[in-house]
C-alpha cells in the first residue's frame, strides 16, 4: 500500500481526499496536514455571540453552472443531502440610492446611461456564450481579443459613458476582487455576465456553506492532523518524498510516495522547497499565479431588519469602498428577529483597511449605508471582522491559460508525484477548486498505476513488451483469435457509433490497433467497410487472406490513408504510443476521419482489479485517465461529443446491455462521456 500527504486541511484538500477515496479505495493510506486547529480553510459559517444568528464568514455564495450542463458541485452537495437556497437580487447603490438595475439607472441617469449599459451587456453575450462561460479557463481563452488587454482599458474602449463605466465596475468588483488595471478582460467579461440571464445562478447551501466541510470530513478515509505546519517538502535518497514540518511542539518528519500541496497560492511561499530543481520550478509556478486579490468580511447583528422591504433580494451592490457587495444574511439563513447585513469589501480597499480595529472598520462600513434605510446606529448590537488577504487571484488559471496538467504538476520530470490544487488554477470560486481537485487527483491516480504496475503490487511484473507471448495468452484468458470478442465486441461498438452519432450503416471505420483483423472481419460482415491498422507483425502475419487488404500493418504515429478517408475511427493502441508520439497519433488519426472517435485505450482509472485481473499495463507507455486524455484530444482538433444527458444514459443502456460495465469494464456513465469525440472543423 501507497502512503499519500495531503498538505492542506481546507476545502481542497478535503474534496481532493475525498475523490481520492472513490477513485482509488483503499490502495493508499492518507494523511491530512492542516497548519490550523479546524479543517475548511475560507468556508467558515459562524453565529454571532449576542444571538444564535448566522453568517457566512467566509466563501460567500455558490455557483450554479447546471442550468448549461453537468455541476459537479451541485451534484457533490445533492448526494450529501444538503438543501440549498438560490439566491439573487438588482439593485445597485451610486450617489447613496438604491436603484433596481438598468430600470433604476434610466430613472435615475437617464437613456444615455441605461442604452450604454444595455449595450456592453448585449456585446459581453455575443463574446461568451453560455456553453463557453461553462467551460471554464483554458487555452481557448488565449485567443480572446479580451484576454491581453486589461478590463479597464477594455471598459475605456467600449463604455463611453462614464456613469455606466462605474456602474459595471461596482457590479463586478466584489467577484474580480481587485482594480480593473490588475486583471485582464476576459476575466472580467465573465464577470459581467454573471448579471445576464442564462448564464449562471448562485446558490447558499441552508443552515451555512460549511455543512459542506462537515459532510466532506464525515466520508474521507484519512487521518487528520491538526497544527502541523509544512516547513519543507523534499526527497529522500531512496526518492520518496519527505515532508518536515512543526506540530505545535517539536518538528516533525514523515515520508511518503505521492503529495498533494492543497495550499492557497500566497502559502506556497512559505514552504521551503528540497532540490534545486524542484525549488525552481515551485518559484516559476508561484510566479505565474502571483497575482493575489483580497476580502474583508464585515458581519454586523441587528435588533431587527431595519431596512424592512427596501432590500428585497440577498444582497445588494455598492460603490462604497470602490464596489462592494452587502449581503442580506436572513435571505439565507436563520437570524430570528434579527437583521444581518455582511459587507464584502474586495481589492485595494480591503488591503487599506485591513489595519483598522475591528470597532473602527464596523463604523466605516455602518456609514456607507443609504440613507433612505434609516439610523443603523440606533440598531447596532454586535459586529465581527474576519480577514482574507492574498485569499483569491486577480486572474485565474494565469494568462496567458495553460495547459491544466502543467499547472497542476509544477515540476513533472523528477517529481511527478507532487501536484498542487488550488482554486487559482481554473476561477477563484469552490467550482474551480472541486475541479481542481479532480484533476490533481487523476494525476496522482495515474502516477500511483505506474508506482503500483513498477513494484509489482498488481501481482504482474512491469513489462513494456507487446510480443508474440502477448497474443499467445492474449490479456491471461487464451490465444488472441479465441478471446478478442470478450475486449471489443462488435455489436456493442456499432450500437455506440449509432446512439452518439446516429449512424447505423452506411459508413467508413478505422479500427487503430487491429491485431489480426478479427473484428475489421466481424464488422465487415455486419455490413460496416471497417479497415484495421496493426503495428505487431508477428500478431499482423496472421491475418487471414481474405482480410488482408482491409487490415495493413503500420503506425499510427504515420498512417497510410488520404486525410478524411474514414468516418470514423475506434482506437485502442493510443496507450502504447510513448509519450513523445501520442500528440502526433492523436493529430494522425484526427487526419484520416470526418466525424467521431471511440477512445478505447486502457486508463489509470479503469478499476485496479480489472487492469490487475487482465495486465492491463503491460506494454502502455502513455498512462493517463480518462479526464487526462481527453485534454491531449482538445488541443489537437477533437471535442466531446456526449452533452446531453439523455445521450449519456443511453450509452450507459447499451453498455450495461452488453455486459460491460461495473465490475467487467467502465465504472459508471460518467467515465463513458470521455470516450468519444468529434472533430473539430479547423475553423471553429
Request: glycine residues 10%; aromatic residues 10%.
Amino acid at each position: 500500500m501507497l502512503d499519500l500527504a495531503i498538505v492542506g486541511g481546507g476545502p481542497g484538500g478535503l474534496m481532493s481526499a475525498w475523490y481520492l477515496k472513490k477513485k482509488l479505495g483503499s490502495l493508499c493510506r492518507i494523511t491530512i496536514y492542516e497548519a490550523t486547529d479546524r479543517v475548511g480553510g475560507k468556508v467558515l459559517t459562524r453565529k454571532f455571540d449576542s444571538a444564535p444568528a448566522m453568517y457566512e464568514a467566509g466563501v460567500a455564495e455558490i455557483y450554479d453552472y447546471s442550468m448549461t450542463g453537468p455541476d459537479p458541485l451541485r451534484e457533490l452537495i445533492q448526494h450529501f443531502g444538503l438543501q440549498t437556497i438560490p439566491m439573487d437580487a438588482e439593485q445597485v447603490m451610486l450617489d447613496g440610492e438604491l436603484l433596481e438595475d438598468v430600470l433604476g439607472m434610466r430613472r435615475k441617469y437617464g437613456a444615455k446611461t441605461a442604452d450604454a449599459i444595455e449595450a456592453f451587456r448585449k456585446l459581453c453575450a455575443n463574446e461568451i456564450s453560455p456553453a463557453e462561460y461553462y467551460e471554464g479557463v483554458g487555452a481557448h481563452d488565449n485567443e480572446h481579443p479580451w484576454a491581453f488587454m486589461t478590463a479597464e482599458e477594455l471598459l475605456d474602449r467600449e463604455v463611453k459613458d462614464p456613469v455606466a463605466k462605474r456602474f459595471f465596475k461596482v457590479m463586478a468588483r466584489s467577484d474580480i476582487a481587485t482594480e480593473s488595471h490588475n486583471t485582464n478582460g476576459l476575466n472580467a467579461l465573465k464577470n459581467f455576465v454573471m448579471d445576464v440571464e442564462g448564464y449562471i445562478g448562485l446558490y447558499s447551501i441552508q443552515n451555512g456553506n460549511e455543512q459542506l466541510i462537515s459532510c466532506l470530513e464525515s466520508e474521507i478515509d484519512a487521518e487528520i492532523k491538526l497544527n502541523h505546519r509544512v516547513l519543507r517538502v523534499g526527497k529522500t535518497e531512496a526518492g520518496r518524498y519527505q515532508l518536515n514540518m512543526l506540530n505545535g511542539k517539536h518538528p516533525v518528519v514523515e515520508d511518503f510516495d505521492l503529495v498533494l500541496m492543497c495550499l492557497p497560492h500566497n502559502w506556497l511561499t512559505t514552504v521551503n522547497w528540497g532540490g534545486e530543481k524542484l525549488r525552481q520550478s515551485m518559484v516559476k509556478h508561484v510566479a505565474y499565479f502571483d497575482r493575489p486579490a483580497h476580502y474583508l468580511r464585515v458581519s454586523v447583528l441587528f435588533d431587527s431588519p431595519f431596512w424592512g422591504d427596501k432590500i428585497p433580494g440577498a444582497w445588494f451592490m455598492s460603490e462604497a469602498f470602490g464596489g462592494c457587495c452587502v449581503y442580506v444574511e436572513g435571505a439565507r439563513h436563520d437570524v430570528g428577529r434579527h437583521g444581518v447585513l455582511n459587507w464584502l469589501i474586495a481589492g485595494s480597499d480591503a488591503l487599506a483597511y485591513v489595519g483598522l480595529r475591528d470597532e473602527q472598520l464596523i463604523d466605516v462600513a455602518l456609514k456607507t449605508l443609504p440613507a433612505s434605510l434609516g439610523d443603523a446606529r440606533a440598531h447596532f448590537v454586535e459586529g465581527k471582522i474576519h480577514r482574507w488577504l492574498s485569499s483569491v487571484n486577480a486572474i485565474p488559471g494565469g494568462l496567458p491559460a495553460r495547459d491544466v496538467i502543467t499547472n497542476h504538476r509544477p515540476e513533472p520530470v523528477e517529481h511527478p508525484g507532487l501536484v498542487v490544487v488550488g482554486d487559482y488554477l481554473f476561477d477563484s470560486t469552490l467550482n474551480g477548486l472541486l475541479d481542481s481537485s479532480d484533476a490533481a487527483t487523476d494525476i496522482i491516480l495515474t502516477q500511483m498505476m505506474k508506482l503500483r504496475n513498477a513494484r509489482g503490487e498488481g501481482g504482474h511484473q512491469a513489462s513494456d513488451k507487446i510480443d508474440r507471448a502477448y497474443f499467445e495468452n492474449y490479456r491471461g484468458v487464451g490465444p488472441y483469435h479465441e478471446v478478442w470478442s470478450r475486449f471489443t465486441d462488435p455489436s456493442y461498438l456499432t450500437d455506440l457509433i449509432r446512439i452518439v452519432w446516429g449512424r447505423a450503416r452506411g459508413y467508413k471505420l478505422l479500427i487503430a490497433g487491429s491485431a489480426s483483423g478479427e473484428l475489421v472481419g466481424a464488422l465487415r460482415e455486419r455490413g460496416i467497410d471497417a479497415w484495421g491498422i496493426e503495428n505487431n507483425r508477428a500478431i499482423h502475419a496472421k491475418t487471414p487472406k481474405a482480410l488482408r487488404k482491409y487490415n495493413k500493418l503500420g503506425s499510427i504515429t504515420d498512417l497510410p490513408f488520404r486525410n478524411g478517408q474514414f468516418d470514423f475511427v475506434f482506437e485502442t493502441s493510443l496507450c502504447h504510443v510513448s509519450e513523445k508520439q501520442v500528440a502526433k497519433a492523436v493529430r494522425e488519426l484526427n487526419r484520416v476521419m470526418k466525424t467521431g472517435l471511440v477512445f478505447a485505450s486502457v486508463t489509470s482509472d479503469m478499476p485496479p482489479a480489472l487492469i490487475d485481473q487482465y495486465d492491463l499495463l503491460r506494454g502502455v507507455k502513455k498512462l493517463g485517465t480518462w479526464w487526462e486524455w481527453s485534454e491531449l484530444f482538445f488541443g489537437n482538433g477533437f471535442d466531446l461529443s456526449m452533452n446531453r444527458r439523455d445521450t449519456i444514459d443511453a450509452v450507459w443502456a447499451a453498455t450495461l446491455a452488453a455486459g460491460k460495465g461495473p465490475g467487467n469494464w467502465y465504472i459508471d456513465a460518467d467515465s463513458l462521456r470521455y470516450s468519444f469525440f468529434d472533430k473539430v472543423a479547423a475553423d471553429d
